[in-house]
């Protein structure tokens, strides 16, 4: 059982566009929702982070919104560069106690000149 | 440096052979983590641990065994390596079990 779905699983978006990448999540107990950012041949990065106590939070030009009643968060890339251009992997935790993060299984975007 | 150091960086393996994951973390860090990544699977849990002697399964553990003598080590081991186990596999550790940092990774292959 998949328990955070995220789409699209790739993306071409032009210089200057907006890059918009979709996560779910089904368990309700999650509250804490990270974007992480891979590159190829390197480990994922945390780029930004949410919690359900707020609907958005901007961090240059990423920003994540959250919508708790649709039990969905997004990441948009405003601006988008061709050094955007990697891997990135919405997660969720229940952030209580000794959890773990639960990914999704990632968004390859490709940003061209 | 102070980080968190996979080794090796790649390794190649024959079926049914052992084989040792490093992962070394300077921070102190409570938490530690083993994911493995696959091409259409994302990032899958394969065990965690909260402190030295505490480790616990994650989803995908069959196959894999960890042991955390010291807070900063974190092993990794294949008992009988098999063509499925073929992966890139990834140690991260947390000071609290938000904010992973992740190490550059151990692309195993199993032949």
């Known amino acids: 059982q998949q328990q955070v779905k995220q789409s699209p699983q790739s993306l071409i978006v032009q210089k200057g566009g907006i890059s918009i990448i979709n996560c779910a999540y089904e368990n309700t107990a999650f509250d804490y929702f990270p974007w992480y950012q891979q590159f190829p041949g390197k480990g994922p990065a945390l780029l930004i982070a949410?919690?359900?106590?707020?609907s958005e939070k901007k961090e240059g030009r990423f920003t994540i919104s959250f919508n708790k009643s649709a039990k969905q968060f997004s990441l948009h890339i405003m601006d988008s560069q061709p050094g955007d251009s990697a891997t990135y992997f919405c997660?969720?935790?229940?952030?209580?106690?000794?959890?773990?993060?639960?990914f999704g299984k990632g968004t390859m975007l490709l940003v061209s000149p | 440096d102070a980080g968190i150091t996979q080794s090796p960086r790649y390794k190649i393996t024959e079926t049914g052979r052992q084989v040792t994951l490093m992962c070394h973390q300077t921070w102190s860090h409570s938490y530690m983590f083993w994911y493995r990544q696959d091409l259409g699977h994302g990032l899958r849990l394969i065990y965690y641990?909260?402190?030295?002697?505490?480790?616990d399964k994650g989803e995908v553990s069959d196959g894999y065994v960890v042991s955390r003598s010291k807070t900063e080590n974190f092993p990794l081991t294949l008992e009988s390596a098999t063509r499925s186990q073929t992966s890139v596999y990834f140690c991260?550790?947390?000071?609290?079990?938000?904010?992973?940092?992740f190490g550059s990774g151990t692309r195993l292959t199993v032949v």
């Open positions: 949410i919690r359900p106590d707020v």
């Open positions: 991260a550790s947390s000071k609290t079990d938000y904010g992973y940092t």
């Open positions: 641990s909260a402190a030295a002697d505490i480790t």
């Open positions: 997660a969720a935790s229940p952030g209580s106690g000794y959890s773990t993060l639960t």
